[in-house]
């Protein structure tokens, strides 16, 4: 009646792990890599792409394994472990790729440091993490911070009118979200 009584949709569950800085979020990806060659690495942005596959391939490992978003198809990720690199700043733009490549759960990869963080205090996080003695290393991950993401991410789309592409997060939040 009125859909009073539908199952509320709840989407693909999201993990996150954060790291303070994009450094250590690089190398943390890197030492999946090494424990799982069958990792594959999904970018949304040129930058991200560019500079992971330049750090990738600085310590010799494989760039074949760090795909962009708009080319990676479902028959590419058979029998791998998929990460994303980071957030899309819009979280329907994100849940519409998880569906099209029929993924069950999504792990994603981000760092404090980041332009998304940035527009909602990630240097306040940045500095409580120091204060609590965390290594700058160690990814924090709890059902917390993935909700918080998902709340800024709702933040952005709600603002939006049209979408500009962008090369980058950083570039992106410039000429979509004026905060």
Known sequence: MFGLFKKKKTGI????FVTISAAAKLNNLLNLWKTNPQAIFICWFEESYNDMGSFFSQNGADTG????????SSHQLNGKTVLFAEHYPVKAKEEELYEKLNLQAVTVWSALEEPLFKAFGGERIIELMKKLGMDKNEPIQHPMISNAITNAQ????????????ARSQKEWIEKNYAG
């Open 13 to 16: 569950p999201v993990t996150d």
């Open 65 to 72: 394994a760090i795909l962009m978003s708009r080319e990676v």
């Open 154 to 165: 709702q933040k952005i789309e709600k603002k939006i009118v049209t979408e500009s592409s």
